[in-house]
């Protein structure tokens, strides 16, 4: 496939549209969106290329995350739980609630979001529903990463990065551009990296947490003529890792016996193709992904034998996207029309094995507690010393939708949106599982009988969506006052993890209608069904208000201020449910109704003379995100605050730098340019976040501090960091599994040095 868009490129290839603001910023637009943040009718975060150079290592989305308000992106134990949530929005399982899109090509699959990062030049975050646009799992906001193109360089040109921090973490970069004229250019780019881990299993005395990976990425771009562009991406990347390093919330102490750990191979080939004129504008979009991985897990956590999961998956997605935006003879109206569709096809085998403790307490425990109320001298035994629940799905999504945009300026500084997206989504999954023993009764039976408990059939959904929105801005000098109102949705489908739980459950049912007796096994009626692995869709209206402001720019002083309100109603909100009792597998649900209410705001400051500049940056958000209804089986949670979701988020920064030779009007951007020193300090935090829908436990709010140091010196440059130095302890994560608590505790202090040459 790459040959063959290697080939289409020699014929049409792609611009990037590059805006002189307070920096240069590059930006992935679909339709009418401007990088100037008073021409936006929406709160949006932009991490520039000068604000990237002085931050610790940003090495994936996560390290992004902690500097946009309400954001967050947590460390859940591997690479695959790449949870995201925002303004109280998000769930821990399958759909996200934010699309991420690098260089205008969306990532498929959430599993896929946490990836090492190449050559990133600019990190923006779109908060609040991006559906009209952008359709499913949009509905929290749109990080879109960009990243350096082939004919950004004017010549030919070579960098090598070569970082070192704590745990013994190395990380080496190299990149290559080549712009063979001002019609073609390519790049090829690397990375690796490798820690030995910060959390130790006592149990083995080893690390939990070592890992791998790396990533290699081939660009093409070209521009044959003044009309057409294209750009051609070809990525493989690797992640080898010890996972899951979680504690005993009773003893602190991480302790289990059987391996854990995370495989995933990705395969991205993309094509971006772009056709603009003066009054009209064609973008083409097509992407395949392949996502392969495997994660197996000591699912008890423990140090004894229950039971372990070896899931595997092997995933290919692809999606088409046209989008036409025209302007007619009129300078007060613009319109934009597009149509999207995609299919997904994931093939999983998941087996969980039942280990000796695992069938002797979980199985045989609850079935003779039954039993022995019969037939007091009686017991089941079960022969096999090791049970394997076989569990094989096929998982599979399409859809399709059609979508338009118009806008209008009926008085020159009064600008309105109308949009609407129809998007048409089936999802379907098969499902084979079987868990074969042999069993006997002890007064009754002399030989182990064979028994299998065995689930096979279909289920499936067809599902529509209309996402509307509307936008009213009115633009002054200094100041831009904004509104909208607008609806999102997350995708529903199928949660295969609850699925071992079920078969358990059937197994314990199925061994007595097997002997003849009907006895109580312990077994829930309600996890006994393949048809409660299906959710709906969650939906969302959401109305913001909001405020870009130039507070003062003037000489060499510049004061920004972004402020907004938003409250969101949301139906069938997807939530994580946990069974009662010993059993580690977990669902997901939608709760009847919830809500969330808050504000963000934002503040920069720039000061610049002929050698210093000053740069500032706060940033602060609060949610209140709250079930209005809710009632899972095992509770009544309306009105208690929606978990996993801080309820409040800051980050403050101030970069004091250097220049050895004077700043310049001339100079673009005035960004950190070689022969500059800079130094550092920010600080983030969140908190509280409650960790059950009872809101009975929670972490409380905590805040690190980071520092920076940059000198920057022709083609080389250094770049010193540290996280964490005030060694705050607080957790990442927190869950109950078999009746215990465990929880994830963050990373202590760390502190590295990366150096880099550019020739």
Same mark, same amino acid.
């Given at each position: 496939m790459s040959l063959l868009f290697g080939l289409i490129l020699l014929v049409l290839p792609l611009d990037t549209t590059t805006f002189l603001l307070d920096e240069v910023v590059v930006v992935e637009r679909k339709g009418t969106e401007t990088a100037d943040r008073q021409q936006q009718s929406r709160q949006v975060t932009t991490i520039s290329t000068a604000e990237l150079a002085v931050l610790p290592p940003v090495i994936s989305p996560k390290d992004i995350a902690q500097e946009v308000p309400n954001l967050a992106m947590p460390d859940y134990g591997s690479a695959m739980t790449s949870s995201i949530y925002v303004r109280g929005l998000g769930a821990r399982l399958d759909q996200p609630v934010v699309g991420i899109m690098v260089d205008g090509i969306p990532l498929l699959d959430k599993n896929g979001y946490d990836r090492a990062l190449l050559s990133l030049t600019q990190a923006t975050f779109y908060s609040g529903p991006q559906g009209t646009l952008y359709g499913r799992n949009t509905m929290g906001g749109i990080m879109a990463l960009t990243t350096r193109l082939p004919l950004d360089v004017a010549c030919r040109e070579t960098m090598v990065e070569v970082g070192y921090g704590s745990a013994n973490t190395f990380r080496v970069k190299a990149s290559y551009y080549h712009p063979v004229n001002n019609q073609f250019g390519w790049s090829l780019a690397a990375t690796y990296g490798r820690t030995d881990g910060f959390y130790t299993n006592t149990f083995t005395?080893?690390?939990?947490?070592?890992?791998?990976?790396?990533?290699?990425?081939?660009?093409?771009?070209?521009?044959?003529?003044?009309?057409?562009?294209?750009?051609?991406?070809?990525?493989?990347?690797?992640?080898?890792?010890?996972?899951?390093?979680?504690?005993?919330?009773?003893?602190?102490?991480?302790?289990?016996?059987?391996?854990?750990?995370?495989?995933?191979?990705?395969?991205?080939?993309?094509?971006?193709?772009?056709?603009?004129?003066?009054?009209?504008?064609?973008?083409?979009?097509?992407?395949?992904?392949?996502?392969?991985?495997?994660?197996?897990?000591?699912?008890?956590?423990?140090?004894?034998s229950y039971f372990t999961l070896n899931q595997k998956q092997r995933q290919h997605a692809a999606m088409v996207d046209a989008f036409w935006t025209g302007q007619p003879d009129v300078t007060w109206y613009r319109y934009s029309v597009g149509a999207t569709a995609f299919i997904k096809h994931n093939q999983m085998d998941a087996p969980v094995s039942f280990l000796r403790t695992g069938i002797d307490s979980l199985i045989l425990a609850n079935a003779n507690r039954g039993i022995h109320k019969a037939f007091p001298n009686d017991s089941l035994e079960i022969e096999e010393e090791q049970i394997e629940m076989s569990n094989r799905f096929l998982l599979f999504n399409a859809g399709g939708a059609v979508y338009h945009q118009s806008e209008f300026s009926p008085l020159p500084r009064l600008h309105i949106t109308a949009g609407i997206r129809l998007d048409c989504e089936y999802a379907s999954m098969d499902y084979d599982a079987a868990a074969p023993l042999h069993y006997r009764m002890t007064a009754m039976m002399t030989r182990y009988r064979a028994f299998q408990t065995a689930l096979s059939g279909s289920l499936h959904q067809t599902n529509f969506q209309v996402l509307p929105r509307l936008d009213i801005r009115y633009d002054w000098d200094r100041i831009t006052l904004y509104g909208y109102a607008a609806?999102?949705?997350?995708?529903?489908?199928?949660?295969?993890?609850?699925?071992?739980?079920?078969?358990?459950?059937?197994?314990?049912?199925?061994?007595?209608?097997?002997?003849?007796?009907?006895?109580?096994?312990?077994?829930?009626?309600?996890?006994? #069904?393949?048809?409660?692995?299906?959710?709906? @869709? &969650?939906?969302?209206? =959401? +109305?913001?208000?909001?405020?870009? /402001?130039?507070?003062?720019?003037?000489?060499?002083?510049?004061?920004?201020?972004?402020?907004?309100?938003?409250?969101?109603?949301? #139906?069938?909100?997807?939530?994580?449910?946990? @069974? &009662?009792?010993?059993? =580690? +597998?977990?669902?997901?649900?939608? /709760?009847?109704?919830?809500?969330?209410?808050?504000?963000?705001?934002?503040?920069?400051?720039?000061?610049?003379?002929?050698?210093? #500049?000053?740069?500032?940056?706060?940033?602060?958000?609060?949610?209140?995100?709250?079930?209005?209804?809710?009632?899972?089986?095992?509770?009544?949670?309306?009105?208690?605050?929606?978990?996993y979701a801080p309820r409040h988020t800051f980050s403050v920064r101030a970069t004091m730098s250097y220049r050895f030779n004077k700043y310049s009007e001339s100079s673009v951007a005035n960004q950190l340019t070689p022969s500059s020193l800079s130094v550092t300090l920010a600080a983030n935090g969140q908190g509280r976040t409650y960790w059950d829908e009872a809101n009975t436990l929670y972490d409380p709010f905590y805040a690190v501090l980071n520092a920076t140091y940059n000198l920057m010196w022709q083609h080389f440059s250094l770049h010193v960091w540290a996280k964490n130095l005030t060694n705050t302890s607080y957790q990442t994560f927190y869950f109950v599994s078999m009746s215990r608590p465990f929880y994830q505790q963050a990373k202590p202090v760390q502190a590295g040095v990366t150096l880099r040459y550019r020739f």
């Amino acid at each position: 496939m790459s040959l063959l868009f290697g080939l289409i490129l020699l014929v049409l290839p792609l611009d990037t549209t590059t805006f002189l603001l307070d920096e240069v910023v590059v930006v992935e637009r679909k339709g009418t969106e401007t990088a100037d943040r008073q021409q936006q009718s929406r709160q949006v975060t932009t991490i520039s290329t000068a604000e990237l150079a002085v931050l610790p290592p940003v090495i994936s989305p996560k390290d992004i995350a902690q500097e946009v308000p309400n954001l967050a992106m947590p460390d859940y134990g591997s690479a695959m739980t790449s949870s995201i949530y925002v303004r109280g929005l998000g769930a821990r399982l399958d759909q996200p609630v934010v699309g991420i899109m690098v260089d205008g090509i969306p990532l498929l699959d959430k599993n896929g979001y946490d990836r090492a990062l190449l050559s990133l030049t600019q990190a923006t975050f779109y908060s609040g529903p991006q559906g009209t646009l952008y359709g499913r799992n949009t509905m929290g906001g749109i990080m879109a990463l960009t990243t350096r193109l082939p004919l950004d360089v004017a010549c030919r040109e070579t960098m090598v990065e070569v970082g070192y921090g704590s745990a013994n973490t190395f990380r080496v970069k190299a990149s290559y551009y080549h712009p063979v004229n001002n019609q073609f250019g390519w790049s090829l780019a690397a990375t690796y990296g490798r820690t030995d881990g910060f959390y130790t299993n006592t149990f083995t005395g080893k690390k939990v947490d070592d890992s791998q990976d790396g990533a290699l990425r081939l660009q093409l771009q070209g521009k044959p003529n003044s009309l057409w562009s294209l750009y051609h991406v070809s990525e493989a990347s690797y992640t080898h890792q010890g996972a899951f390093p979680y504690a005993d919330a009773l003893t602190g102490q991480i302790a289990f016996n059987s391996p854990s750990g995370y495989r995933r191979f990705c395969l991205q080939e993309s094509l971006r193709a772009l056709y603009e004129r003066e009054d009209s504008r064609l973008q083409l979009v097509g992407t395949y992904q392949l996502l392969a991985d495997h994660m197996f897990m000591d699912q008890d956590y423990t140090s004894l034998s229950y039971f372990t999961l070896n899931q595997k998956q092997r995933q290919h997605a692809a999606m088409v996207d046209a989008f036409w935006t025209g302007q007619p003879d009129v300078t007060w109206y613009r319109y934009s029309v597009g149509a999207t569709a995609f299919i997904k096809h994931n093939q999983m085998d998941a087996p969980v094995s039942f280990l000796r403790t695992g069938i002797d307490s979980l199985i045989l425990a609850n079935a003779n507690r039954g039993i022995h109320k019969a037939f007091p001298n009686d017991s089941l035994e079960i022969e096999e010393e090791q049970i394997e629940m076989s569990n094989r799905f096929l998982l599979f999504n399409a859809g399709g939708a059609v979508y338009h945009q118009s806008e209008f300026s009926p008085l020159p500084r009064l600008h309105i949106t109308a949009g609407i997206r129809l998007d048409c989504e089936y999802a379907s999954m098969d499902y084979d599982a079987a868990a074969p023993l042999h069993y006997r009764m002890t007064a009754m039976m002399t030989r182990y009988r064979a028994f299998q408990t065995a689930l096979s059939g279909s289920l499936h959904q067809t599902n529509f969506q209309v996402l509307p929105r509307l936008d009213i801005r009115y633009d002054w000098d200094r100041i831009t006052l904004y509104g909208y109102a607008a609806r999102g949705s997350k995708a529903g489908g199928y949660n295969p993890q609850i699925f071992s739980t079920i078969l358990q459950n059937r197994m314990m049912t199925d061994l007595m209608a097997d002997m003849g007796v009907h006895l109580n096994t312990g077994a829930d009626p309600r996890f006994t #069904q393949p048809s409660i692995t299906q959710y709906k @869709p &969650e939906s969302a209206w =959401t +109305g913001e208000v909001g405020i870009h /402001a130039l507070l003062f720019g003037h000489d060499n002083h510049r004061l920004t201020m972004d402020a907004d309100v938003f409250y969101t109603d949301v #139906q069938d909100q997807q939530v994580t449910v946990f @069974p &009662e009792g010993k059993t =580690t +597998g977990r669902m997901m649900a939608n /709760a009847a109704h919830a809500r969330s209410a808050g504000t963000e705001g934002v503040l920069n400051y720039r000061w610049t003379d002929s050698r210093w #500049q000053v740069r500032c940056s706060a940033a602060y958000g609060f949610t209140d995100a709250r079930f209005l209804q809710f009632d899972n089986g095992m509770g009544d949670y309306s009105g208690k605050v929606v978990p996993y979701a801080p309820r409040h988020t800051f980050s403050v920064r101030a970069t004091m730098s250097y220049r050895f030779n004077k700043y310049s009007e001339s100079s673009v951007a005035n960004q950190l340019t070689p022969s500059s020193l800079s130094v550092t300090l920010a600080a983030n935090g969140q908190g509280r976040t409650y960790w059950d829908e009872a809101n009975t436990l929670y972490d409380p709010f905590y805040a690190v501090l980071n520092a920076t140091y940059n000198l920057m010196w022709q083609h080389f440059s250094l770049h010193v960091w540290a996280k964490n130095l005030t060694n705050t302890s607080y957790q990442t994560f927190y869950f109950v599994s078999m009746s215990r608590p465990f929880y994830q505790q963050a990373k202590p202090v760390q502190a590295g040095v990366t150096l880099r040459y550019r020739f």
